[in-house]
């Protein structure tokens, strides 16, 4: 174990003091600034690694959209590939990697749904075009053509012309709660600092142990 110092000392861009953090909230907040700050493009693209009903790896992009001291939370259409497969198998991973920092953070641990508050909340600040493509959209099923889209869009827009875009049913957000949470950080030479933090489950505390490259 690495003892911890003060956060307010804590310099997130120095060599190797990442490994002095207590917990990987905060460290996670810092790095995810520092990354805003210097990535060309959508600094909180993570990938999303769920299990499909043969039992088989399924991953892709997506977004995070929050972050809080319960976990990670990103948002989708529940009849989507990924939305079906989490609730069957309610257990996610994620990789975030930062090329222009050249630092990687994974996350695992189960997933839940957030509360309808929550959904409601992130909803209403989505852009109106998006809140109508989340109506058009039956995401991740076959698509005769892109004019099928077009026609669903133009549908919605109809539908939604007046007053406030109601959330679908069927559009959520997922929080992973992590029990693994890993920080890796490019050294020369493939000396690279790793850092990992476990707990046995959400509200449990957190052990730290530095691994080998």
């Not at 907040?29 to 790896?57: F, H, I």
């Not at 990103?74 to 990924?82: C, E, H, L, R």
């Not at 839940?112 to 929550?118: G, I, L, M, R, W």
């Amino acid at each position: 174990m690495t003892s911890s110092t003060s956060m307010e000392a804590h310099n997130p861009l120095t060599s190797g003091d990442f490994t002095e953090a207590s917990e990987p909230f905060r460290l996670f907040a810092e790095w995810l600034a520092e990354a805003e700050k210097s990535e060309p493009n959508d600094p909180n693209a993570m990938t999303l690694a769920t299990v499909d009903p043969d039992g088989l790896p399924d991953a892709r992009m997506v977004l995070l959209k929050g972050l809080d001291a319960r976990g990670f939370v990103f948002f989708t259409n529940t009849d989507s590939a990924k939305g079906r497969e989490l609730a069957a198998t309610p257990k996610a991973a994620l990789v975030f990697h930062w090329k222009s920092l050249r630092r990687q953070v994974r996350v695992r641990g189960p997933v839940e749904e957030v509360s309808t508050e929550e959904a409601d909340a992130y909803f209403a600040t989505r852009p109106r075009l998006s809140q109508i493509g989340a109506w058009a959209s039956s995401q991740s099923r076959p698509l005769e053509g892109r004019f099928a889209l077009e026609a669903a869009v133009a549908a919605a827009t109809a539908k939604y012309a007046l007053g406030t875009v109601p959330r679908p049913p069927h559009w959520t957000g997922f929080r992973v709660l992590p029990v693994a949470v890993e920080f890796w950080h490019d050294r020369p030479f493939r000396l690279h600092d790793r850092v990992v933090f476990r707990r046995d489950d959400e509200g449990a505390l957190w052990s730290k142990t530095r691994l080998y490259p």
